[in-house]
């Protein structure tokens, strides 16, 4: 069964202070690997989608990077309004219409 | 473009009522989804559909229906409400041959 996992579940920064989130996953026939931000109350946001290990992709302090097993939101020198609920997904070629969710890092930065 | 909406952004039933969710979008997408999000669950996958007039079950489709009589838009129904799907519902959709999914901004529904 495909399975996405996130860590941490929170992670609480200083401004300025770089960070790592972590997102394994199991997943047969990787057609893609996605990153989401969410603000509350909000739908997600696209941000990312990787395709094949040693993949990376940028976007002002954000940068994402994919191995076969896991995949890396680097956030360097984050700002109060990076924070958010960021989410990662995959999609495998079983189920090909599905992508599976894990269950989100909380980040908070503090000023 | 507006991209995805859905209709209502919040609603409150009562047990048994039945109500309709709409999602429309206005990117020719011939994909959509329906999902819940539910607290340390994550975004689950209800049902979907590949193009107007076809639809299939996702990972937690009972107590829903859904249908896409025209390609921008995605209807979900639930016949009567149960506590159990109080929940926030996103619409999603994608191009055809394209992975990356877009989500509208949800729907809040408590079910008292």
């Known amino acids: 069964e495909d399975q996405v996992t996130q860590s941490p579940e929170a992670l609480r920064l200083q401004e300025g202070e770089s960070s790592s989130l972590n997102c394994s996953y199991t997943v047969s026939g990787l057609r893609g690997l996605f990153w989401y931000r969410q603000d509350p109350g909000k739908g997600p946001e696209f941000l990312f989608t990787?395709?094949?290990a040693g993949e990376e992709k940028e976007k002002e302090r954000l940068k994402a990077t994919l191995t076969k097993k896991e995949s890396f939101l680097h956030i360097t020198a984050p700002k109060p309004e990076d924070s958010a609920t960021y989410l990662c997904a995959a999609g495998g070629a079983q189920g090909a219409q599905k992508l599976v969710f894990g269950q989100g890092t909380r980040l908070t930065i503090n000023p | 473009n507006a991209g995805v909406t859905q209709t209502p952004k919040f609603r409150v039933l009562k047990t048994g009522q039945s109500m309709t969710l709409l999602c429309a979008q206005d990117?020719?997408?011939?994909?959509m989804y329906w999902y819940r999000q539910d607290p340390g669950m994550g975004l689950r996958l209800i049902h979907y559909?590949?193009?107007?007039?076809?639809?299939a079950k996702g990972e937690v489709p009972d107590g829903y229906n859904v249908s896409r009589l025209k390609k921008q838009n995605f209807l979900l129904g639930l016949e009567s409400a149960a506590p159990s799907q109080t929940s926030v519902y996103f619409c999603?959709?994608?191009?055809?041959?394209?992975?990356?999914?877009?989500f509208g901004p949800g729907t809040r529904l408590l079910v008292l």
């Open positions: 999603a959709s994608r191009l055809g041959g394209q992975e990356t999914q877009y």
């Open positions: 559909s590949v193009g107007e007039g076809t639809t």
């Open positions: 990787l395709y094949s």
């Open positions: 990117m020719n997408h011939e994909y």
